[in-house]
C-alpha cells in the first residue's frame, strides 16, 4: 500500500507500514502503535503520546480487547470486526467507525487513539484525549462588575461544556468543521436549530470548508479567512472570551464558531452595536446601562474626532474660539518648533507606544509602565516646549475615549480611522473632515457580512428593540435580533 493511500485495506500490517511511514515512526517517538490478540484476532492501537490519555486507553479499550475469548469473534465477519468491539468490550464514550486514512491520521493527532483490526477496512475512533489544558479563569479583557466571571480556555470541548452550561436547549446544535491545508485547525459551529437562520450557517461552513491556507491556528486567522470585506478596517465578526456573552449571541440567532487552541469566540453575522455593547450593560438596571452607553458613546466620538477637529479649528477655523483662548493657544504654540499637525501625530503616537509598551510589558508592570511613562512624557514634552498644553489635554482626552471601545480589535480600526480624520482637519478644516466622515459612513452602511448590513438595525431600519444606545426596560425587550429566522 503506497503513502498516498486514501482508504484503509484489509491487511492490519499495510495499514500499520502507512501508518507509520506517514507519521515518521519509529524515529518519531510520539507515536505510539501497540499490537494484541482479541476474540482471536490481531489488533492494534495507534495513538499520540503526550495527547492521549494513557490510562483510559489500557483500562477502557486494550485491557477489555485482551479478555475476550478466542471464541467470541469466531462467527464475526472479518469486516464487522472493529464494531464488534466496540459493542462488546470498549467502554470509551464517543466512538465512530472511519476508513480514511488523512480522517484518521488528524484524529489521533487530535488526541484520539486508532482501533484497527486484520482484515477489517475500516476503524473505531475513540475519545480517549488527555492533554493537560488550563483551567477555567476570568476574563482578561472584558472584565465586568456585574455578572459571571468566567472566561473560555484553549481546549475547545471545555468551551463548548461552558456554552452547554448556560444554553441548556435541546435545540443547541454543535458541528465540528477542520479549517486550513497542511494544517487542519479543528472549529467547532454552534446555533440554534430554529433560532439561527440555516442558509447563514451553511455560509459559514462552507468558507471554514474551503478555507485553504497552511496555518490557520486561531480565532483571528480563521475570522480573516472567512469574512467578506478583507480590506475594511471595522471587524465583521463580535469576539468575546466571556461563555455568557457567546451564549447571548446563540439565543439571538447568531453562529458561534470556536477553535481549537484559542481561547476567543466569534459570534457572526454581526452588527456594529454588538461590538459597542458590554455584558454590564444588560446586568444593570436599564437607566444604569444607557448612561454608561451614552457615556462610552461620547467617548468614542472623543477619541475619533476631537484632534482632528482642534487641528480643524486652530488652522481653519480660529474665529470659532474666544480672544482668550486663542491667544493663549497661540502664546504656548509660538514656542513649539514643529507644526501643529506634526505635534498632534507625535503625541497620538507616544500615546499608542505607551499603550502598546504597557500590554507587553509583563504583569503588574504594564501598569505601572503606562501611568509612569505618560506622566514623565507629557510633563517633559510640555516644560520642553516640544508640545503646547492644550494639545497634551486633547490627546489625553482623545485617548481615554479609545479606552470607552468595548472591543479590542475595533478599537484598532477606529484609531486608523482618527488618523485619516486628524489629516483631513489639518489638510482641509471642518469641511473635509465631515466630507471624510460621510464616505466613511456611506461606506460603513454599504458592508454586509452574510446578508447583514453592519449598521442595522438603523442603517436600514428593521424591527428590533429598544436596545442600541438608550436601553428599554428588559420586560419590554421580547423579540429576538432582527437577522434570526424566527423572532417572537
Known amino acids: 500500500m503506497c503513502d498516498d493511500a486514501i482508504t484503509l485495506m484489509t491487511p492490519l500490517q499495510r495499514n500499520l507500514d502507512v501508518f507509520r511511514a506517514r507519521l515518521g515512526a519509529p524515529a518519531n517517538a510520539d507515536v505510539l502503535l501497540r499490537r494484541f490478540m482479541s476474540a482471536g484476532f490481531e489488533c492494534a492501537v495507534l495513538a499520540i503520546d503526550g495527547m492521549t490519555d494513557a490510562k483510559t486507553v489500557a483500562e477502557h479499550v486494550i485491557e477489555p480487547c485482551e479478555q475476550l475469548p478466542e471464541s467470541a469473534g469466531r462467527d464475526v465477519p472479518e ?25 484518521l491520521i488528524a484524529d489521533a493527532l487530535s488526541g484520539q487513539c486508532v482501533l484497527l483490526c486484520d482484515g477489517c477496512a475500516s476503524a473505531a475512533v475513540l475519545d480517549t484525549r488527555g492533554f493537560e489544558k488550563r483551567g477555567v479563569s476570568r476574563p482578561e479583557a472584558e472584565q465586568v462588575v456585574l455578572g459571571p466571571h468566567e ?14 452550561r448556560i444554553v441548556q436547549r435541546e435545540e443547541l446544535t454543535t458541528e465540528f468543521v477542520s479549517c486550513g491545508g497542511a494544517m487542519k485547525t479543528r472549529c467547532a459551529l454552534l446555533y440554534l436549530r430554529g433560532t439561527a437562520d440555516a442558509a447563514v450557517a451553511d ?20 475570522e480573516q479567512l472567512i469574512e467578506e470585506h478583507p480590506l475594511s478596517i471595522i471587524p465583521q465578526f463580535a469576539h468575546t472570551e466571556r461563555p455568557d456573552r457567546a451564549a447571548s449571541f446563540l439565543a439571538e440567532g447568531q453562529v458561534v464558531v470556536l477553535t481549537e487552541g484559542s481561547p476567543a469566540a466569534l459570534g457572526g453575522p454581526c452588527t456594529l452595536w454588538h461590538q459597542l455593547h458590554t455584558p454590564d450593560d444588560s446586568s444593570m ?30 488652522r481653519f477655523h480660529p474665529q470659532m474660539l474666544s480672544p482668550m483662548l486663542l491667544t493663549s493657544v497661540y502664546e504656548t504654540g509660538a514656542r513649539v518648533p514643529i507644526p501643529v499637525y506634526l505635534e498632534a501625530l507625535l503625541m497620538l503616537l507616544a500615546f499608542d507606544l505607551i499603550n502598546e509598551a504597557s500590554l507587553r510589558a509583563p504583569g503588574t508592570m504594564g501598569n505601572a509602565l503606562g501611568i509612569v511613562s505618560g506622566l514623565i512624557l507629557g510633563q517633559s514634552a510640555v516644560s520642553a516646549d516640544i508640545v503646547s498644553p492644550l494639545l497634551l489635554i486633547v490627546i ?15 478599537s484598532i480600526g477606529l484609531k486608523l480611522a482618527q488618523l485619516l480624520l486628524l489629516t483631513a482637519g489639518a489638510v482641509g478644516g471642518l469641511y473635509l473632515m465631515g466630507m471624510t466622515c460621510v464616505c466613511l459612513l456611506a461606506a460603513l452602511c454599504s458592508m454586509q457580512t452574510f446578508g447583514v448590513p453592519l449598521t442595522a438595525p438603523v442603517a436600514p431600519d428593521r424591527p428590533h428593540n429598544r436596545d442600541l444606545i438608550v436601553r428599554a426596560p428588559l420586560k419590554t425587550q ?7 429566522k424566527h423572532r417572537l
Open 203 to 222: 455560509c459559514i461552513r462552507g468558507r471554514l470548508e474551503a478555507c485553504d491556507y497552511d496555518f490557520a491556528l486561531t480565532t483571528g486567522e480563521v
Open 79 to 103: 469486516e464487522e470486526r472493529a464494531a464488534f468491539l466496540l459493542a462488546h468490550a470498549v467502554s470509551v464514550l464517543p466512538a465512530k467507525m472511519k476508513d480514511r486514512v488523512d480522517e
Open 285 to 314: 438596571r436599564w437607566q444604569y446601562g444607557t448612561f454608561l452607553r451614552v457615556v462610552r458613546t461620547l467617548g468614542v466620538l472623543a477619541h475619533l474626532l476631537l484632534p482632528g477637529a482642534y487641528i480643524a479649528v486652530l
Open 396 to 410: 489625553a482626552a482623545s485617548g481615554l475615549g479609545g479606552f470607552c471601545v468595548p472591543s479590542y480589535a475595533l
Open 478 to 484: 421580547k423579540a429576538r435580533a432582527f437577522f434570526a
Open 151 to 164: 472566561s473560555f480556555t484553549e481546549s475547545l470541548r471545555t468551551n463548548i461544556t461552558l456554552l452547554r
